[in-house]
């Protein structure tokens, strides 16, 4: 098991460190934003000093060097817009997008869970069929769509709930459910699939055989069996989630990582966006990481050896 | 007819399938007597698995029909039973024990708590008392280490010792038919004349009746009183087990018994019935068993045989027919 943490701790590190380099070079080779922070008439020595000052004039894989050197001590620089500390500012939005993408989560799973056992039991009736067909739409409808349809109805034309920013949860309530969407899409077909595949093994006939009840092989036998692989997804799902809420934060100005990166990548505030990044390539491969422990926890046949 | 526990008339089973409807069971009929073990033989695809899971109302209910006859088990019909009704039978008057014991085990769930559904189920105990009833019944089939066994989980025990548990869930109400579908293919020689050496105990122990489901020629010699011979999802002989070897009626069982090794001829080649077993959608008119027989004729071909009788050796093939071809 020890062995197993350390491998998979090794991969958290180096996930971590290609995502930085791709998004390094691809962010610098988009060009450097001295110009959009100067006036469009400023003259040539000013622009050079200002390269010059922050570091861009010299050769890329030296400039590559250096932030890696500092990245890996925790400092990815200021900010070139307010001079904040970068890894400080994207920090103090976390908050806000873990409230986010755990709630849309917590939702997901209340719902999805549920409907996918019910599914699967009632597998081939209409309950079946249009929950499946609602589910295919629901993962193929784009999120920033969703969510602007919702703000139409409810906060535009119902006026029943607020439209942007964040603090209360009202405020929570159509962010929550825009981001949801997908994962409930998502939840509820694999819910279904796991359950059916478990539901036709032969161990469930043998606890039929001895008298089981159908709640019975369903909500124990059969759910237990099918966690399994649903948990697994559960936890990936929180990355996508994390990570993901881009659009939804933006479309919501809801004050989180995904809006604050948005800005800075318009703004080409680098060290912003390379220590969003690093925030969030973290919490994804170390919610992978947690998503294998749980796996190899609720799977006796692996926890036990 | 008190003495019958389990009697099965015309029996007619219809699946669907992607390619239409499918009968892999056509009329079958047999009985079991209180404290016989009764075989079922057979090669794969003949019918004895959905057979057996119909006494249990076992089969997938969307996709599966009864189409005709009945299953009287003490006197009573089952077959129109409700799933409330079956339950009262499974695990209780009726147990049943598969094939498979690698798989047929719930991987998450350890040894007790799934040895614990028939009594729960059945019995009216305290927690206590079902622990105690388990590790009997692990003793019973021969598991050491019983109040270990019962914390831990199928994929830490062999084969051999899952069919054991098997068997012990099996036997755990102290069911009056035991229905066994090849309980001893998955298992390894030695580990199988164990099982069988067991399951023959256990049966004279707990008085039971036993439906015992194999293609093995063998083993139905060392197990059963009587022997059901099916083909193609029909029987074709039906006799007790001694007048069965020595004077078997169907050209069907006489290739099955061909097809044994035996000791003293070692040396010359294993005899084995042409051709395949045909698929459900492939039986029309005639005896299904006509295309691979050795001794067919025109009739066989056109008319499907009845049961001709001797005594109560029973066998549907036209060369028993009275006043011959
Ligand atoms: N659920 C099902 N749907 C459709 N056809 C089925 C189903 N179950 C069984 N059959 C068909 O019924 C026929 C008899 O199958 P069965 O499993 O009873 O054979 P068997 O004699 O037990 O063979 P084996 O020795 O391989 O266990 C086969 O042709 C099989 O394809
Ligand atoms: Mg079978």
Redesign the interface.
Known sequence: MLDFIVKRLLQVIIVVFLALTVVFFLIRLSGDPTTLFLPPDAPREQIEEYREQLGFNRPLYVQYGEFMINAVQGDFGQSLRSGEDALGLVMQRMPATFQLAFAALIVSMLIAIPLGVLSAYKR?TLFDRVGVGLSVVGQAIPNFWFGLILIFIFAAQLQILPSSGGGSISHMILPVITLALYSISRFVRFTRSAMLDVLN??????????????SSLIMK?AL??SL?PIITLVALDLGVLLGGAVVTEVVFSWPGVGRLLHQSLLNRDFPIVLAGVFIIAIIYAVINFIADVLYAY????IR?K | MTDVLLEIKNLGIEFKTGEGTVQPIRGVDFFLKKGETLGVVGESGSGKSVTSLTVLGLLPEKTSKIVSGSIHFEDEEITHYSDRQYRKLRGNDISMIFQEPMTSLNPVFTIGEQLSEPLKRHKKMSKKQREKAIVDVLKQVGIPRAEQIIDEYPHQLSGGMRQRVMISLALLCEPKLLICDEPTTALDVTIQAQILKLMKQVKQDKDMSMLFITHDLGVVAEMCDRVVVMYAGEIVEVAEINELFDNPLHPYTKGLLASLPTNNDRKSKLYSIKGQVPRPNEIGEGCAFANRCPFAFDKCYAKTPPAFSEGDHLSKCWLQQPEGR
């Open positions: 081939n093994q032969d161990y469930i006939r043998t606890s039929k055989a001895a008298g089981a009840t159908t036998y237990k069996n399994i609720v799977n006796p046949q036990v």
